[in-house]
């Protein structure tokens, strides 16, 4: 359950070994979340973590072997999660996949589609059932400015995540008398391993702008939260403007 300032005592992280995600969890702890659940494709990877989450005052942190385009298997690992677990109080669903940047060429359409839309669908259908289950719960989803409104260059990634953001606000409106929120949250440019060797978009943030974002949005009623909060003036802007002057404006971008 959360405590009377809204902090979550359990959370659910899938794709924690995400650097915003990996924020997200020690400043849960720091404000004192106690048990957390790792899943990753590599939980050997999650070892700093843990420790960090462990020296943070965590009291337990177990950690599942997760891969989000494994899409035979997503409802039965979460439902497993839900079932090995008292109650999931804020579940992140952190894991994207960026095609543009130093990983381009090596990712295919098909994965960024998978991973960012399908993959989030097939883990937040059996969460949101569970967590309507336990009476309360609230579901982080890690969306983005992109989803506002695409570029040339990032139209896979962009049109996933759109997807993405639709969906996850269907989903808090359709649970919206179930005591279950969903809380969606759109960062801006941030400097994490997906965004190596791209040039920064203005008002790009570090990880623990995210995380503050995120802390804002379990303590409130909103329903979305932008990251940094200016971007998302930036963002109106951006999306109003005429079809001509966007593109010349993120020619190459
Ligand atoms: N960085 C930005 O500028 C930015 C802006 C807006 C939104 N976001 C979103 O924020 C989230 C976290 O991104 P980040 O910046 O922290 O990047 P990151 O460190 O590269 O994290 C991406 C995460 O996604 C996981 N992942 C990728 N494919 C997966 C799959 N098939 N199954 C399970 N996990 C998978 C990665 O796992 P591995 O470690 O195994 O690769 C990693 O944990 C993403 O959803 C991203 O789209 C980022």
Redesign the pocket.
């Known amino acids: 359950m959360n405590d009377p300032f809204g902090i979550p005592e359990t959370v659910l992280i ?9 924020d997200m969890a020690v400043t849960l702890a720091n404000n004192g979340s106690r048990h957390f659940v790792l899943a ?3 939980i050997e ?1 999650l070892d700093d973590l843990a420790r960090r989450l462990t020296d943070a005052g965590a009291r337990s942190v177990d950690r599942v072997a ?4 494994d899409l035979d298997s997503n409802q039965g690992t979460v439902r497993q999660i839900f079932a090995d677990h008292a109650s999931i109080d804020l579940a992140i ?6 095609d543009t940047g130093v990983s381009a060429g090596e990712i295919s359409a098909v ?1 960024v589609a ?3 839309y399908v ?1 989030a669908v097939s883990v937040m259908e059996p969460m949101a059932e569970a967590m309507v289950g336990q009476g309360h719960g609230v579901i982080a989803v ?5 989803a506002e409104r695409p570029r040339g260059s990032n139209r896979l ?1 962009a049109s996933a ?1 759109a997807g993405l953001d639709s969906y996850s606000r269907g989903l808090g409106d359709a649970l919206a008398d179930d005591g279950v929120r969903v809380l969606v949250v ?10 190596e060797g791209l040039e920064p978009a203005p008002l790009s943030v570090h ?1 623990p702008a ?1 995380s503050d974002a995120l802390m804002k949005g379990l303590t409130g009623r909103r329903t979305v939260v932008w990251a940094p909060p200016p971007v998302r003036l930036l963002m109106s802007v951006l999306r109003h403007l005429p079809t001509g002057i966007y593109r010349r404006i993120t020619a190459g971008r």
């Open positions: 899938l794709g924690a070994t995400s650097e915003i995600a990996t990753a494709r590599s990877r997760f891969d989000a385009t669903v952190a894991f994207g996949l960026l994965d998978m991973v960012n993959g890690l969306s983005s400015v992109a990634y995540k759109r960062p801006g440019f941030v400097h994490t391993r997906m965004t990880p995210v």
